[in-house]
């Protein structure tokens, strides 16, 4: 600050030196009073280039972190379907075991064992079904598709801090996928088929046999997997053929032209007396049938499998029928097995959940930490700031009296002229 020499009035230094100070307070205060009105405490790259410069980097790394926390949050979620698709297998397995120890019992007959492998059936189709739906933003997670492959989540800011989630296998009931088998708890035919179950009498050709149709009958249904009777009365031009159950007791409508067309009805004439004849029943179901059979009634089986249809067997898609008690015993035993796999998927996946909880809290009190060190850098301590601007604005008011008795101070030196 200049020295003043109030005998020197050409230059008022007094007041010069108090405007200085007056216009240092003014620019103090007005940065005090920027902080207050804005909260931060660096409202330009001149008020601390280097704590800008530290406080930006703050900021993109805890806005990464916001997101990854979001990323984490989804892939909970994620695992969370995957994990209710396995959950509902794992019911459905523990109730097929349940219906195959009910049959294992000899208080079961034939026709309850048959229901019940109805039921197994069903239970193995709906395990498909889940398999297929459960899906996240198209993308199937319990087929196989990320047992080799990973899914991977963006788990931190660095563009490396990623966390990866395999080993999720095909928990589907039929088929193969990704190369992976499935469960294999039943088979599943891809079309329809038949076959020549029993022929005692010779009624069915041994060349051309039996086969399907793709055109159904309009007045008719394709025939549900199952074994039926074919019984024909012989009587040459004028034998009649009709469609039974497997046991002969409940009759089947059939198509009233040889080719399967036209009207239902219960019998359907055809001439016997030259070759043979093929019979399109209209549900799916072809017999060709010997000619020349001598005169009387004559019964032979098939068995019809329709497509798509599901066959539990003893191991799954092998291994035989399930008929006896003994059969449903192994199918219980292949059960188990099978049990103890989607037991340990689901453990899979818990165990990646509760990783990605850790892993949640642990970004979580990283965005904390970061987000505490970039407020200490770059927003206003607001107590702070009040007291230094109420400091100011007082100095202010000293400094602008002061300046007023500075320009006044040069006016003593009057005295010396009177």
Do not use: H
């Not at 088929?193 to 309009?218: E, R």
């Not at 219960?266 to 005169?295: E, I, K, M, R, T």
Request: proline letters at 0%; zero cysteines; charged letters at 15%.
């Amino acid at each position: 600050m200049a020295e003043i020499d109030i005998t020197r009035i050409a230059g008022n230094i007094g007041a010069m030196n108090a405007l200085n100070s007056l216009q240092g307070i003014n620019k103090q205060l007005a940065t005090y009073q920027t902080r207050l009105a804005t909260g931060k405490r660096i409202n330009s790259a001149a008020d601390d280039p280097a704590g800008l410069s530290i406080a930006s980097k703050l900021q993109f790394r805890s806005e990464g972190l916001k997101v990854a926390l979001g990323n984490i949050g989804d892939a909970k979620n994620l695992l969370a379907v995957a994990e209710a698709g396995v959950t509902r297998i794992n019911d459905i397995l523990v109730q097929m075991r349940n219906k195959a120890a009910q049959a294992a019992s000899d208080t079961m007959g034939s026709a309850e064992r048959e229901i019940i492998k109805t039921q197994l059936a069903a239970y193995a189709a709906q395990i498909d079904d889940i398999a297929a739906q459960t899906e996240w933003n198209g993308n199937k997670l319990i087929d196989a598709s990320y047992y080799s492959n990973a899914l991977t989540f963006q788990t931190g800011y660095g563009q490396n801090d990623f966390t990866s989630v395999s080993g999720l296998d095909n928990l589907a009931a039929t088929g193969v996928s990704n190369g992976r088998d499935s469960l294999k708890l039943a088979l599943r035919t891809g079309t329809s088929t038949a076959a020549v179950a029993a022929d005692a009498s010779n009624i069915i050709d041994d060349t051309t046999g039996v086969s399907v149709s793709g055109t159904i009958n309009s007045n008719l249904s394709e025939l549900q997997s199952g074994t039926y009777t074919v019984q024909v009365v012989a009587n040459g031009a004028n034998s009649t053929v009709r469609l039974f159950d497997g046991s002969g007791s409940t009759q089947y409508l059939i198509a009233q032209n040889a080719n399967g067309t036209g009207a239902v009805g219960y019998g359907l004439g055809v001439d016997l007396s030259g070759g043979d004849v093929q019979v399109n029943f209209g549900n799916g179901l072809v017999v060709n049938l010997n000619g020349g059979l001598a005169a009387g009634t004559y019964t032979a089986t098939v068995n019809f499998t329709k497509g798509g249809s599901y066959d539990v067997q003893k191991n799954g898609d092998t291994g035989g029928a399930l008929v006896s008690a003994q059969d449903f015993r192994d199918y219980m035993t292949y059960l188990d097995g099978k049990l103890d796999y989607v037991a340990e998927q689901m453990s899979t996946l818990g165990a990646f959940i509760g990783r990605l909880n850790f892993k949640e809290d642990q970004v979580a009190a990283a965005q904390i930490n970061v987000e505490a060190a970039y407020n200490r850098i770059m927003n206003a301590n607001m107590a702070e700031e009040q007291v230094n601007a109420s400091k100011y604005l007082i100095l202010q008011q000293t400094a602008t009296a002061m300046l007023a008795q500075a320009n006044t101070a040069p006016q003593f030196l009057l005295s010396l002229f009177r």
